[in-house]
């Protein structure tokens, strides 16, 4: 008896089952499209991920990233909360003293929304590369503004120097560090002569591989902005390009090679191993004695205008050039 | 006290149980207990009187916002999730006659990993993250549907299910890990913490997309009681009792994925609940499943509940993904829980 | 309930060549793996030059260079692991009677990963030889709680509840392994090569380690043929026969946490090799495990050889890890088994 009942609803279930089904599924891409939608305020900055109006000059911003935390710095405020940093403790050394006694709200990654809420700031530095499905709950708490990604020096200055009303110094921060560049070029140049431009390589080793940083990276962008070359082997516009064998060593071979790594004791047996390759031997760089190693932090961690700075002032001290004042 | 009733109501039979239902009630208050709680701990700790105040709009302040757009929706999520993979973990060990199934090791999970982790490596800078749930859910269903296809064989025995599901689960570990070797290294971590299992950033949206699911799903599923209880038979047995073995299969393993599809979709890989709490489940309460679904789903949701308050208030201000604790309590108490039972 | 048979499949038309015959062919099939394995790669290096590179290295030719210091440990890896993890899985489908078997299946790799994983990340253990013997013990404890939740003994299990149980405990380690990646976020990217299995980047002084335990092993396996064929016809026939059953499954368990313990230690996580090449090897060499074991470290062998050669072009010139590269290979294989049914043949 309750068997053929069961029979014949379920002709009808079936039938609800799928109209419902139909219907949910369009409701959710329908809703995957329309989230991401902005306020209906009247709009001031632009950014990646919409448009935000802030009121007045803010005064408690809490930065999510790492370049951001470096730029508030560089624009002359202290941010009233922070991300934690990738290494080095929980602040980078070189922010240590602008940045002692701030609160950390978490991972670059995954921060915590309520200690953000609780901090009561009246704005926010996001990132879309990082933060795009928190957005909407950050937006809630203050006006946010998202960069688009992490790396990008001159758009986190653009944005975060019109969030925070300092487009004066944003854009004095960003001519002085041209002028290096360019200031950097020349010298090069006159330096260098023929042998002008040198080409680079930027290598990060890793416990079971390395790494070689193209044009499409912050630093190797940097590098290219500065007039060096890439070798004929290095794919171009790309970020980054892993070697897992060392029969690929050949492949980063430049006139000059700066590395960096981490300070772990992996890392530091890998790279034995790759140096004392034979291959690696065989390297111009190598046998030139034009290996440098740089700092892991300013060329790589760092993503902000200060940091910048810092890698201009070590290629500065290693090529030995002088800079105007 | 294994007295039942029967409560006819229009053309639904209600048989009941009393230990079931006491033991549903236990369980409703304790969830509820567990809810008060999660709402009530985290970066800072309020009492259950001001979590009640917020919830009532009667306080307001960053303490209102906290309980009522961070963490609600998020015990919420952690729930939700909890219960469908529970049922959906339920569905499939009466599918395949054997306690040790569950989406994760068939295979369900591992098809929406791979569009996740896709997904996630190479198509956020153009497309928006909302887009993430819909596309997890399509690589559980193509899995399934992979599965069932290569399984089948003038009809789908359930150990050749089995057998399939876990070799493709394989295939599709070493795609995620294949394309996670491939990933730019920013989207690395993020990946691996959707792999485990996350309800970090569930909002109201989330709530919204994933409610209307398991409010249809919910009562489909129920209807089904009797179905399920008569696959355990056999299919022998249950030809002989007039049901259409190969097409009722089908559809209640449309269910059990569409379950967890959408449980993963919007938590990630959460492994585990599938398999124990239909298991503690059945400890507590009768075999029959229109008893132990209910059961069990409270039981899934309590296990991640669980699980999401542990990560996020053990190393504040870190947040670690639910999945870890629902592994790491869970994994162990499974083999505990076997090895008394020799399955 | 399995009719496993000790004789030759009659019906094979290459049963008109002997097996020894057979098992020589697969000798230089191996060979010639292992060459193909030092001539390409990045840079195609001819024959010759991998022959004088070998014999008479000039350590200032970038070829020799990348033939002797790069290629040869790898092809020399991949023939260890490769023999390892096939003979580990023939004993395994012995052992349990199903055809399924393989130490990827049953979790004693995930076990082993997990081991090694830990000690690596949570107590900074780099070292070969300690990693090797963690690895073991992860495996071994993998094995112990696959065999035990699947029911003591083969009377108690069928080759479903193995399989599942083994699914079971690869999900139980791979969750944990993935608990420590998340929380340990500097290490996710040394751990990625355990994960997905690599036979490049390691020294052959790094192996060194490992080779009193792996070669044994496989001698060992080679000795046990007679003993596994009266294990094949049935426990009480052994019985009968005189056999120790229960300290012959006991060796042929710990043979296989050793070859596949170590195989992990060395390689990271690399399946489907100990699943596949049992099944190709009975096929062509029959069910004598007297030519099984050893057939199936000479295929086992080649066909790692093979996925590394092609590991190394699917995506030039990035290298696909070569556990993913045998997954490739591996699974159509394993649905096809899988849809063919238990029979254990």
């Not at chain 1, 008896?1 to 891409?29: D, E, G, K, Q, Y």
């Not at chain 2, 800078?125 to 749930?133: F, M, S, T, V």
């Not at chain 2, 709530?207 to 209807?223: E, G, N, Q, T």
């Not at chain 3, 030039?316 to 294989?333: D, H, N, R, S």
């Amino acid at each position: 008896m309750i068997i053929n009942l069961f029979t014949t609803s379920r002709v009808w279930s079936n039938i609800m089952a799928l109209s419902a089904a139909s219907i949910l599924l369009w409701s959710s891409v329908v809703s995957a499209k329309e989230s991401g939608l902005t306020s209906t305020d009247t709009w001031t900055i632009h950014h990646a991920q919409g448009e935000t109006r802030i009121a007045g000059t803010p005064k408690r911003v809490v930065t999510l990233f790492q370049g951001a935390n470096d730029t508030a710095i560089a624009l002359g405020v202290t941010p009233v909360g922070v991300v934690d940093a990738w290494a080095e403790g929980a602040n980078y050394h070189y922010l240590d003293d602008a940045l002692s006694g701030v609160p950390h709200v978490g991972l670059e990654t995954q921060p915590s929304l309520e200690m953000i809420a609780l901090l009561e700031p009246d704005l926010i530095i996001s990132s879309r590369r990082r933060h795009e499905k928190i957005y909407s709950q950050l937006s809630q708490i203050a006006p946010t503004v998202s960069v688009p990604t992490v790396f990008d020096i001159p758009k986190t200055l653009e944005l975060m120097g019109q969030a925070l009303n300092r487009e004066h110094r944003a854009r004095a921060l960003w001519t002085d560090f041209s002028q290096r560049i360019t200031a950097f070029r020349q010298q090069a140049r006159e330096t260098f002569g023929e042998q002008w431009p040198l080409s680079v390589s930027l290598l990060n080793i890793r416990a079971d591989h390395v790494r070689l940083y193209l044009d499409g990276s912050y630093a190797g962008s940097v590098l290219n902005d500065l007039g060096f070359a890439r070798p004929a082997a290095h794919p171009r516009n790309q970020w980054m390009f892993k070697l897992t064998t060392k029969e690929s060593i050949p492949v980063l071979d430049a006139d000059v090679v700066f590395y960096f790594m981490e300070d772990d004791p992996a890392v530091r047996d890998n790279f034995k191993a790759w140096t004392s390759h034979p291959l690696w031997q065989n390297l111009n760089a190598f046998r030139e004695h034009h290996l440098y190693s740089v700092d892991r932090v300013d060329w790589s961690l760092a993503g902000g205008i200060l940091g910048a700075n810092r890698m201009l002032d070590q290629l500065f001290e290693h090529f030995g050039l002088e800079e105007n004042t | 006290m294994n007295k039942r009733e029967r409560f006819v109501v229009g053309p639904v039979t209600l048989a009941v149980n009393y230990r079931t239902m006491a033991i549903s009630a236990v369980l409703i208050v304790v969830c509820l207990a567990l809810a008060l709680l999660a709402l009530s701990v985290g970066s800072v700790t309020l009492s259950p009187i001001a979590v009640l105040e917020a919830l009532m709009g009667q306080s307001s302040g960053p303490e209102r916002f906290i309980v009522e757009t961070l963490r609600l929706p998020r015990v919420i999520m952690a729930f939700l999730v909890g219960a469908a993979l529970g049922l959906s973990g339920l569905i499939l060990q009466a599918l395949v006659r054997n306690p040790l199934a569950s989406p994760d090791i068939l295979g369900i999970s591992g098809g929406a990993s791979v569009a996740a982790v896709a997904f996630l490596s190479f198509l956020t800078p153009w497309l928006a993250i909302q887009w993430l749930p819909v596309v997890a859910i399509a690589g559980a269903l193509i899995a399934a549907a992979t599965i069932y296809l290569l399984a089948w064989n003038r009809g789908v025995s359930p150990v050749r299910l089995v057998l399939i599901g876990i070799g493709l689960s394989a295939a599709m570990g070493a795609a995620t890990t294949l394309m996670i070797t491939l990933s730019p290294i920013t989207t690395t971590m993020t990946a691996y913490t959707w792999l485990t299992g996350s309800v970090y950033g569930a909002d109201w949206d989330d709530i919204r997309a994933l409610a209307p699911w398991l409010l249809v799903m919910l009562p489909l599923v129920l209807s089904q009681s009797r179905t399920i209880d008569l696959h355990e038979f056999g299919d022998a047995l249950a030809t002989g009792l007039g049901l259409p073995v190969q097409r009722s299969r089908l559809y209640l393993l449309c269910l059990s994925v569409a379950l967890a599809g959408i449980a993963v979709a919007h938590a990630g890989a959460i492994g585990f609940v599938g398999l124990i709490a239909p298991h503690i489940g059945r400890r507590l309460v009768e075999r029959q499943f229109a008893g132990l679904a209910p059961v069990t789903a409270m039981i899934g949701g309590l296990l991640v509940l669980t699980g999401d308050l542990i990560g996020r208030t053990l190393f504040v201000p870190l947040d670690l993904p639910a999945g870890v604790f629902v592994s790491a309590v869970g994994a162990p108490f499974f083999v505990y829980l076997l090895f008394r039972q020799r399955y | 309930m399995s009719t496993a048979t000790v004789s030759t499949n009659i019906k094979s038309p290459a049963r008109l060549v002997p097996p020894a015959t057979r098992l020589l062919l697969g000798l230089v099939l191996m060979l010639a793996a292992f060459g193909a394995s030092l001539s390409f790669g990045q840079t195609t290096i001819p024959f010759a030059s991998v022959m004088e590179a070998l014999i008479q290295f000039d350590a200032t030719n970038t070829e020799h260079l990348i033939v002797q210091g790069s290629r040869l440990p790898r092809a020399v890896i991949a023939l260890l692991v490769g023999a390892a993890l096939a003979v580990a899985g023939a004993l395994m489908q012995a052992l349990t009677r199903n055809p399924l078997a393989s130490p990827a299946i049953f979790g004693v790799n995930a076990g082993a990963v997990f081991a090694i994983v830990l000690a690596s990340t949570l107590f900074s253990v780099f070292a070969m030889d300690s990693l090797l013997w963690i690895g073991l013990g992860g495996a071994t404890l993998a094995g112990a709680l696959v065999y035990g939740l699947a029911g003591a003994g083969p009377q108690g299990s069928t080759p479903v509840r193995l399989v599942l149980a083994g699914a079971a405990v690869t999900a139980l380690f791979v969750a944990f392994t993935q608990a420590l990646l998340v929380s340990n976020r500097e290490g996710l990217d040394s751990v990625l090569f355990w994960l997905a299995g690599s036979v490049s980047g390691r020294n052959l002084d790094m192996v060194l380690p490992a080779l009193p335990l792996i070669l044994p092993a496989l001698a060992a396996s080679l000795l046990l043929g007679r003993a596994v064929n009266l294990l094949m016809s049935g426990e009480d026939i052994a019985r009968g026969l005189g056999q120790n059953v229960a300290r012959l499954k006991t060796c042929l368990a710990l043979l296989t946490v050793c070859l596949a313990g170590s195989a992990v230690a060395i390689a990271g996580n690399i399946g489907f090799i100990g699943l596949i090449v049992p099944h190709m090897v009975r096929g062509l060499l029959g069910h004598d495990y007297r030519w099984v074991v050893p057939g199936c470290a000479v295929f086992g062998a080649s066909l790692l050889l093979v996925a590394d050669v092609a590991a190394r072009f699917l995506i030039i010139p990035q290298e696909i890890p070569v556990g993913v590269m045998t997954a490739l290979l591996g699974t159509p294989f394993f649905i096809y088994l899988a849809r063919r049914g238990l029979r254990y043949e």
